[in-house]
């Protein structure tokens, strides 16, 4: 099982009795609290301090992979922990960890972790979370949608949280060869406050970054398409990490300014 995003521990075992244990990768039998506990899906028992995958009942069977979930058409599965899941098509996956999510067609798949992502058509695969995902039947082509957001009140880099999550601000993408991706990412600041006597509160900008990256490379172009007010000094670039990727923006200094952005994904798989 993979670690969600943000956190060191992740689950190592469940006791027959329900009671979940954590590891960090080298200790095991570990406890978690109650942020960490429920982010994988399970309760929390405040009065005894212990997670549970299921409250033990010698009357009926444990059922921990599947809470609320609709299922119509034939050959879809889930793993540990999907909960209010609706899937109307076959063989399509939740990979687990998963929370009210939407698949419509065929064959498509959510990744572990990932929460209230849609997806539809054929193929397709959401990585990321609120993710809205359409895919052609083929598999071939891939568009998703999803959202960014963030602060700044220097002129020092900050990366924008995905989907609004604090401190998420790694954009998964395929680790496998043979993919390329389209993507523009449209950002807007707008100035809340500071103590910056250029510009005035309402200044504002709109901007553009448009790129293609596969694996021999990332080539971007940045656009500044309409301004209003003292948006000198204004910056913003994307960042890698293996193939993980990030959205950095670099405000004014002694100016709070709050960031922004939609980000469109286009993605093919190769021939090769």
């Known amino acids: 099982m993979e ?5 060191t ?26 942020q960490t506990c429920e982010a994988y899906g399970y309760t929390y028992n405040n009065a005894s301090a212990t ?4 409250r033990l009942n010698t009357l009926l069977e444990a059922n921990i992979n599947n809470v609320n979930n609709k299922f119509n058409g ?4 889930t793993e540990l922990g999907a909960n209010t899941i609706q899937v109307n098509g076959t063989l399509n996956r939740l990979k687990g ?13 959510i990744a572990n972790g990932v ?15 609120c993710e809205f995902v359409t895919s052609s039947s083929d598999g071939v082509g891939q568009y998703s949608i999803f959202f960014l957001s963030g602060r700044t009140t220097t002129d020092h880099f900050v990366a924008l949280n995905v989907n609004g999550e604090a401190g998420v ?33 309402g200044d504002r900008g709109f901007f553009r970054i ?33 193939n993980d990727m990030s959205v950095k923006v670099g405000g004014i200094l002694d100016q709070t300014l709050d960031w922004g952005a939609v980000a469109k994904f286009y993605q093919m798989k190769l021939t090769l």
């Open 3 to 7: 670690y969600l995003r943000g956190y």
């Open 9 to 34: 521990l992740k689950p190592d075992a469940i006791s027959p009795t329900g009671e979940v244990r954590f590891t960090d990768g080298t200790n095991t039998d570990l406890m978690a609290n109650q």
């Open 51 to 54: 997670c549970s995958a299921f």
């Open 74 to 77: 034939a050959g879809n599965t």
């Open 97 to 109: 960890f998963n929370n009210n999510c939407l698949i419509n067609g065929a064959a498509n798949e």
């Open 115 to 129: 929460n209230n992502a849609t997806v539809l058509g054929g193929k397709g695969e959401a990585l990321r979370d």
């Open 169 to 201: 601000t790694v954009i998964p993408k395929h680790n496998g060869k043979g993919i390329l991706y389209r993507y523009v990412i449209e950002l807007t600041s707008y100035r809340t406050g500071g103590t910056s006597a250029s510009g005035a509160a």
């Open 210 to 242: 448009e790129g293609m990256v596969e694996d021999s490379g990332v080539s971007e172009v940045y656009t500044t398409v309409v301004v209003k007010g003292f948006v000198v000094g204004i910056s913003f670039a994307t960042s890698y990490v293996g």
